[in-house]
Every structure is written in C-alpha cells, then in structure tokens.
C-alpha cells in the first residue's frame, strides 16, 4: 500500500514553503547568516513543536522565519522540499509563500521570489513537478497592509498564480478583505482563502460569495452548516484539507476524529496535503497514508482524492488532462 500511495500522481496544493523549515536546516541557515535562534539546539526547537493551538504553531513559525535571508536560502529551502515532493508522487504542487513574514523584517520582495521562483524552475527540470506560487496575506495584519504588499508584488505579478489569505484566523474573517482581493482578481490571479480551520463555517461562506474563492484551505468547520456541505459537493468546490496539521494544532483530538472521510461520502472535492509538514510531521505522502489507516481509506478512496486534486489545480485544461490521464495509467497498471 505504501509504494501505491506514494507512487499514486497526485498535487499538493495546500503547501507553506516556510513550513517546510527543518529544525537542521534553520540552523544551517542561521549559522551561514550569522542569525541567531531562540533556542539552543535542534532537539529543543523540535520539541518546542508541541501545539496547543494554532497560535502556538504560529508563534514558532514566526520566529524561524528569521533565518530566511537570502535568496540562496529561499532556494534551497524550496528545491528541498520538491525534491521529498517528487518522492511522494507530486506532479504538481502549488505553494503558498507570505511576504509579509519576510518584508517586515527588511528582506527585499524580489528575494524572496526570485530565490523559490529559481528553485521552481529548477525542480520542473530536475524532478519533473509542475508548479505555480500563491502570494498569502497574512490575516493577524491590518488589510491596508495586505493592499501594500499587493502594490510591492506589481512588477512580479507574472511571477505568481494567485493569492490566498493565512495566519490567525479567528476575529479576522475573510469580509476584511474584500478589497485587496478585487484588486486580485482584476489582474487575473486566482483566489484561495484558509477558511474554516479554526473559524466557523461562515468564514468559508464569506470567503466564497465575498472574496470569491475557488479553492478553500482547509475547511473542516464546513461540517457544521449541512447547507454548505451541500453547496460545496454540487458546486464542486475544492477543500485543501491537511490531516496531520489538523490533529497537530488540536483541530482534531484523534486523526481518528477528523471528518475527511465523511466529506468525501458526501460528494465534497476534498484533497490531502501537507500545510506546514516540517513542524506537523509528514509530507503529503505520509498524510495520504496515516489518513487511509486511521479512517478506514480504501485504494479507491484514496485514488479519488488523488484526482480531486489534479482537477483542482490551477492548470490549464491539457495540462490538467495529461495528469488525470497520467494518474488512470498508474492505477491501470499498479492497483494493489
């Protein structure tokens, strides 16, 4: 079953490229940039990622962040995580970066987009995965510097697929940010919005009929509202919904508990991914897998979900098909 799921084509599409920051390579990166960390060691920053909530994980996210400096880092941050994403059977993978965690402490735009942009472009052709970068803004923020940040990004629009919404989600709902995501839309980028996480079902309402998404990250509150479940599985809507992150941040008591499995009966288009898996533990291989044996998953099941998220991606429609095509040859040849 291991080697199906990790071979199994598939897209990650709810992926943080600063979340894939392993505690050994921020002290790489610390000590290559002369930055120091708050705390002393490796194992004592692992264990640091004991979550009691998701502000509790942001907290530590923000204070590794410090050692992304260059564009080296930015790159070699990147091209490490497409290169484990290749290992997982990721086609195409589209990730989420946040500016903001990056310009407000003095490091230029053009670094930090010009270091993934490269790693990128790199893996395309060293591991053959496809992908595209979603500029986030950072929620716990005021929305006229989610507006500034747009500005800054002007020259690199043809950089970036899209833009999403991330960071601490309760008290800051997507209505907020209307405006910034107009703007968005009216240059042609794609939308997505974390929704649902830890907020309620109408975060995912607001970010679908005022921000206009098309994708929503995470989700799992959708559960509450059975009219929007409906809604998600007739209008085809996207979760990019991440397991482990889920039970990580105490969203979930049990992997057991979590509700993918009962989504995915009702019809939703929901999708396994791997959020920030340096500090969850697993990349999207190892959700597919704990998700499967935790809820009872089939090889049909998770075939399904594999699809849902080639169909989601943001691809144009031959590149899409070439994928959905790749993944009925797979199956084809080595259902288990």
Do not use: W
């Not at 940039?33 to 194992?43: H, Q, T």
């Amino acid at each position: 079953m291991e080697e199906f799921v990790r071979g199994l084509p598939k897209a990650e599409l709810h992926l943080h490229i600063e979340g894939t920051l392993e505690p050994e390579m921020a002290f790489a990166f610390a000590e290559r940039n002369g930055v120091s960390l708050p705390y002393p060691s490796v194992d004592a920053l692992r264990a640091a990622y004991d979550f009691t909530d998701l502000q509790s994980f942001l907290d530590v996210y923000y204070a590794t962040a410090v050692v992304l400096r260059t564009e080296a880092d930015f790159y070699d941050l990147t091209i490490a995580y497409l290169e484990r994403a290749a290992a997982d059977g990721v086609r195409r993978a589209e990730i989420f970066f946040d500016p903001q965690t990056h310009t407000g402490r003095g490091i230029p735009f053009g670094t930090v987009v010009d270091g993934i942009g490269a790693a990128l472009a790199d893996g395309r052709e060293r591991f053959g995965v496809s992908s595209g970068l979603i500029m986030c803004f950072l929620r716990h923020l005021p929305p006229d510097e989610a507006t500034a940040t747009f500005e800054e990004a002007l020259p690199y629009l043809d950089r970036l697929l899209g833009v999403g919404l991330d960071s601490s989600e309760v008290g800051n709902p997507p209505e907020l940010f209307t405006e910034v995501y107009e703007r968005a839309r009216s240059e042609g980028l794609r939308l997505v919005a974390h929704a649902g996480e830890e907020g309620p079902a109408d975060y995912v309402r607001q970010a679908l009929d005022l921000l206009g998404v098309e994708r929503i990250d995470h989700g799992v509150r959708a559960e509450d509202d059975p009219e929007l479940v409906a809604r998600l599985a007739r209008e085809r809507i996207p979760l990019t919904m991440c397991p482990l992150s889920n039970v990580k941040l105490k969203v979930f008591d049990r992997l057991e508990d979590h509700n993918l499995g009962r989504l995915l009966d009702a019809g939703v288009m929901v999708t396994i991914n791997s959020d920030d898996p340096a500090f969850f533990g697993g990349y999207v291989g190892t959700n597919y897998l704990r998700t499967a044996e935790a809820l009872g998953l089939g090889p049909d099941d998770l075939v399904q979900v594999a699809r849902n998220s080639l169909e989601a991606t943001f691809l144009p429609d031959d590149d899409k098909q070439a994928l959905l095509d790749e993944l009925d040859a797979y199956v084809g040849a080595d259902a288990p």
